[in-house]
């Protein structure tokens, strides 16, 4: 790569790497004509980065494939051009565009353990690139692919060339399409939402090792992304894009500095900003205590009889360490760590759905088992899921969903049921009609509010939040997030509020724990959050963290 | 994989011939008749009947008769068929090879037609090759083996158009082309219907290959679509096929019973009809457990199969 | 069902279904002639004004068996799934929804039978319950019951591990209600469509049986028994054989059909 970074810098700079010039596409369905992509104007010049902003369905995505050339055969090119250093992309043909892809604009995928193949070692996947563009033999691929490997931190290169997908982490198969996607020296690269699969620190480490390799090649690139915190990080100039339109562009500290488009306000005021407190006052530490646990301790897997006895199975795995928590009433305990740390786990246990040992002291009950907690215990405690999708019986119409804990725990009778229902959906802001729909007929974030109304209608003590607004789009989350901290108030509930986002949790939560690898590492009051004192792994998770964005 | 893993999947194979073997001894148990009235026919004196009777066993509760019999079974003595007057290791032993060399015929052609049908019509997708290749696999799994056959001999086997023997069977002895001019249509006709059912499971894997993350970042790589077909998707898809294809021997294997037993192929399936039709227990018993036996033991071959084509199997 | 419809596997399975359908309630009625009728002058003719199919060696017309002979194959394989499905899914759902030993148990003894091909299996049972069509019935829906209790199973076992049943295991629902309300009928989609593609199996193996004369006995005009009577004519006249043959395809592939378009619409990843 270094000996063709000359050749890059050779080339002439007049020219934009990328444009597109009034691009507008639109998809034929059987109801019509539907246009993803307005008249869509973008210029990204060498070595600089463009972040192209949307929520799901605006468009963002299909300006990449456009870009591959990539369309699916129900694409209509309705007008514009798109622009290779000068040259237009829409004119290439089908030969010239397979010379350009991976050689003069490489991509970066979402998810590296779906863009991978899993029967090729990693190596493999490399260095089929190199021989393909660069001409290489094998074994030169395989040694420049080392030296890629080397560049972008993995540290025995050598081994991960022979691995498989499986056999690497996340990180690590992120890396690699990131190393194939520079291997070629491109002019180019499209990065779809790169980190959203990944851990904050593996993001925070492929974002630094993407920016140290743009400076190294000049490489100019488009940042396709729902997240503005992450964008304003790294790109040097923003675009905006709602429905297919970009409504705003501009460098990016002006953009988030002066927001002048609508949209782009409402979206900078959904993202999570950690300075303003969506939740009021932590309740007196005189508050009586409502939950608490003592060695909580959940192990997973394990081997049945017959398992043990025909050899089979996995050993038990420790989900949850001794975990000792309580939260006060009107209390919310931010429950924060990254996927397999835990925090789902311990949630499961307190809500009754796991087995667990130690103990959970919860309102006026005290158990030991999972077979112990009354119905009592388990009313007194709901638990929210991450995804309503699943979480709602899809054979179930909403209004009897919302009705079954009023059923079950017996809070309420005859039209009552209804009028209580009625009363719940207009408590989550939603329409009275929606009784009659069935879950797939609703938006994600309506679902959400559907299965927080099923929480509240048990009248819970304890609401357990499980990543509730994970699923959503980002001006969805904020909404999600404002009304449950508006019914914990209303109903005075404590609330365990488990989640990955650090900016979220901080504009909620009273106090937060934290936890890696099944260990409860940190505990501390919401304000205490960047004092020096703080556990090294809370450390390292507020430096990965992109700074929240203040206009 | 490991030598522990091939042990234990072996154990798990001697339980299902437990089970297979409970099952067909409780059902020949129930058969109406007795053995000993079979051997000796009907006009037996009762001293004689009982005199058998107390040689075969047959006073025994039936635990002691079982386990006499799968302990012979796992010995090798697999007792003496009761209308053919011969041991019955020999009679299936020579009927097995030649069902063998029917259903191996039958898995070649099946294997060599239906995966690269199935592949073609996924990469043709939605064209008129596609469609074609789709409408054949529907109607090819509609049509019932003994009909296949009865339509291949009419059509192939006639007495004004007998290109083709209507039936038996020729060892390699009297030349291979008579032995293949009776292969033909047997194996033709078990072809039919898993090629059909083979080529559509194929046809799915691979579309669902082909419309995956990693084809397309393959293709956005810019390689050629040769290397993005037979490198990357092929692969992927043969695993699945592989495991279709075994669980279609189970249907092969019964398919045997049908087409031995229309064109007279002198093999296993013919012979369990015998059986079955004259309750010839022992021939009955050990033929089932044999066919139980050949489909355990292709899964497990099918299962090694799929670990060497997909490295994220792992038996341990 | 408008989706259905709309659907071009659908719509091909469905049509294919109502012709067969009619031909189940209305073959007798509609049939020219009286299928057992002896036309002594007229045997093993081909299609003629008359005789529309031909006629075979007794010189009874192919047409009126084949309409008459729809009922019996067609109920036959609609029956075994049925019998099928009932036995097989309610022993799926047992073992799926108590889990532990007991589904270990259940599932080593289903392993055991789908060892035997089905074929074999329901020729074992015939062989002690002794021919006929019902007893073929039955034997086809013992042989099938192993195959739809693992599918009935693993469908419970998908559900069961979905949110909104840990969500009402959370709430402190009874077993009762979570399989009932919560599991059961998240799992009747897929046996539907599994059933509908059994049925066209059931179909075949029944004609099997009656060509092994081992099913539906004469006097019926089951499809495969008429088969199996015409074998030796069938060089003179090969209607005789080809017409129930091509009967028989026909209604199991309509049933076919039917089953993957049904698939295809139940399937949440084939939706939206």
Known sequence: MTQNTAIASARPDARPALEARAYSLAYETPGGLVQALKSIDISIPRGKTLGLVGESGSGKTSLAWAIMRYLPRNARELGGDLLLAGESLRATSKSQIADIRGARIGMVFQDPSTSLNPTLTLGEQLAETLIRHRKMSKAQAFSEGEALLARTGITRPAAMMKRYPHEASGGEKQRVVIATAFACDPECILFDEPTTALDTITSRQILDIFQTLQE??????????????????????????????????????????????????????????????????????????????????????????????????????????????????????????????????????????????????????????????????????????????????????????????????????????????????????????????????????????????????????????????????????????????????????????????????????????????????????????????RHPYTRALLEAMPPPIHP | MSAAYLLRRLAAILIVLLIVSLTVFSITQILPGNAAVMILGEYATPAQLQALELKLGLDQPWYIQYWRWFSGMLSGDWGVSMRLSQPVAALIGEAFWRSAALALASLATVTLIAIPLGILAALKRGTIVDLVIGLFAYVGTAVPEFVTATLLLVFLAGPDRGFLPAGGFAPLSEGIGAALSHVVLPAATLSLILTAHIARQVRSEMSDVLSSDYIRAARLKGLSERSVVLRHALRNAMAPAVAVISLDIGYLLGGILVVEEVFAWPGLGRLIIYALQNRDLPVIQAATLVLAFTYALSNLVSDIVIARLDPRVRYA | MRELLRHPTGLAGAVLLAIIAVMTIFGPLIAPYDPQQFHPLSRLQGPSVAYWLGTDQFGRDILSRILTGARSTILFGLGATMAGVAAGGAIGLIAGAIGGAVDSLIMRLLDGLLAVPDLLFTLLIVTVLGGGSGHAMLAVAIAFMPGLARIARSTVLSVRTREFVLAAQARGESPAYVIACEIMPNTIAPIIVEATIRVSFAIMLGATLGFLGLGAQPPSTEWGLMIAEARQYMFRNPICVAAPGVAIALAALGFNLLGDALRDLTDPRGRR
């Open chain 1, 216 to 533: 190294d090649t000049g490489v100019a690139a488009l940042y396709i992304s729902h997240d503005l915190a992450l964008v304003s990080r790294i790109a040097h100039d923003v675009a905006v894009i709602h429905r297919g339109e970009i409504v705003e562009r501009g460098a990016t500290a002006t953009l988030f500095r002066n927001p002048q488009h609508d949209y782009t306000r409402a979206l900078i005021a959904a993202a999570p900003r950690p300075d303003i407190r969506l939740s009021g006052p932590a309740p007196d530490i005189a508050a009586p205590t409502v939950l608490a646990t003592q060695d909580l301790t959940v192990r997973y897997g394990g081997r049945s009889l017959l398992q043990k006895l025909m050899g089979r199975g996995e050993a038990a795995v420790e989900g949850a360490r001794k975990i000792d928590i309580d939260v006060r009433e009107g209390e919310i305990l931010g429950i924060v760590g990254e996927s397999g740390s835990g925090k789902s786990t311990i949630a499961r246990a307190i809500a009754g759905i796991a087995d667990f040992n130690g103990t959970i002291s919860f309102d006026d009950h005290v158990v030991q088992e999972r077979s112990a907690i009354s119905r009592s215990y388990r009313r007194a405690a709901q638990i929210i899921f991450q995804n309503p999708d699943a979480s709602l019986n899809p054979r179930q119409r909403v209004g009897e969903i919302i009705a079954r804990p009023l059923k079950l725990y017996g809070l309420a009778r005859g039209s009552g049921i209804e009028a209580r229902v009625a009363e719940l959906l207009a408590q989550v802001r939603l329409p009275a009609d929606f009784a009659g729909r069935y879950p797939h007929q609703l938006s994600g974030g309506e679902k959400q509010r559907v299965a927080i109304a099923r929480a509240f209608a048990a009248r819970p003590k304890l609401v357990i939040c499980d990543e509730i607004t994970s699923s959503l789009d980002v001006s969805v989350q904020a909404a999600v997030a404002r009304l449950l901290v508006d019914l914990q108030a209303e109903s005075k509930a404590s609330c365990l509020f488990i989640t990955h986002d650090l900016n979220l949790v901080r504009q909620l939560a009273h106090r937060i724990a934290v936890v890696y690898r099944g260990d409860l590492v940190d505990l501390f009051e919401a304000a205490d959050f960047d004092a020096q004192k």
